[in-house]
């Protein structure tokens, strides 16, 4: 058992279990991408503990199709953020942002699992009316005024862990079950896609991209990656290289995607801001391997059985990286004091990044290529 969880239901014991077994619930987990994939094991556990259950889920509108459809979960409810980031600015907005919050309370949910921790979280909990509202003590942005259930949460538990903490206080018993499920939609997409490239069965998907600088790796050394590894990829099969991001992220694979061309000789294909959630949720899933930096597609692969190597610079791979491939990510912090949000600094980010060298990422890489899970 995981310390987090075994530390939550020691302090808490029987302090937190309901009465009743729930038969509506709400698990408010909006954003971001990379942290909806990494949700759904509340979705197993709860689904396994209270099969009769009807299971909700607020994802943001922009992410739902990493986890539409999902066999645990009954109900998406759209959650549209960019609209209502500026309520009182629009009166239309805000009456919007009301009838929203109504609906939520119209569910008549009696367990709500505020997975958050942030201010719009716990006002959706509290806007739900539920009797049971559980989210963590001490939550970011007085979130926890939100939840009338409160979990104490350990400083040191990955954050799957943390997540999993507030299920076993209410009874259901910790699933840390990652699969995420490829749509049909998203299977028609990036089949169509990968078609029109001609992309071939076996290749290697790159995420280079990441909304914050500070996250970033140097753009010189991706192209030294693939030219160091060119003959274990080739050896293996791989042949195609496919850049993924989201739209708007193009600036920051374009140059990358033009020095692979120049020097890895390798197939390359650009897919940035070309595939929709749910078609990246396939493309991860059909990868011979998956580079990447602490962004969404990692915790994808986690979620999909993908082979992965991650790069981690001011994030701690044990607590934010994928659930249980701590060994396959390279942690250019590794012996640094880091608050948790160093990486928001761009400079200090980019100065721990800078320490992943290239070596070391091809190192984790060949040893990738060689096990088999990656064998051709």
Known sequence: MPLGIALSTTILGE?????????????????????VCRTVPLAWSLREAFPKATVDWVVEDRWMGAVQGHPAVDRIIEFPKREF????????????ALQWFTKLRRGRYDLVIDAQGLARSGLMALATGASTRVGHQGSREFAWLGANRRVPRHPDAHVVDAMLELVTAVGAPARADMRLEVSVAGQREWQTARERAAIRPRMLLLATTNGWEGKRWIDERWGALLHGTRAELLASGVHDVVLTGAPGEEPQTAPIAELLRQISGLRIHDMTG???????????????????????????????GTPFVGLYGATRPLIDGPYGGAEWCVHGGEGLELD???????GRGASVMERI??????ALVRRRLQSAEVAA
């Open 85 to 96: 980031r500026r309520w009182w600015r629009s009166l239309p907005v805000a009456v919007r």
């Open 274 to 304: 070309r595939l929709s959630v749910a078609a990246t949720v396939a493309a991860v899933r059909d990868a011979a391997l998956l580079i990447g930096l602490d962004s969404a597609p990692i915790h994808m692969a986690a979620g999909l």
């Open 340 to 346: 948790l949000h160093a990486h928001r600094d761009a």
């Open 15 to 35: 302090t937190l279990r309901m009465r009743s077994k729930p038969r509506r619930i709400l698990i408010v987990r909006p954003s971001a991408l990379g942290d």
């Open 357 to 362: 060298s290239v070596e070391a990422v091809a």
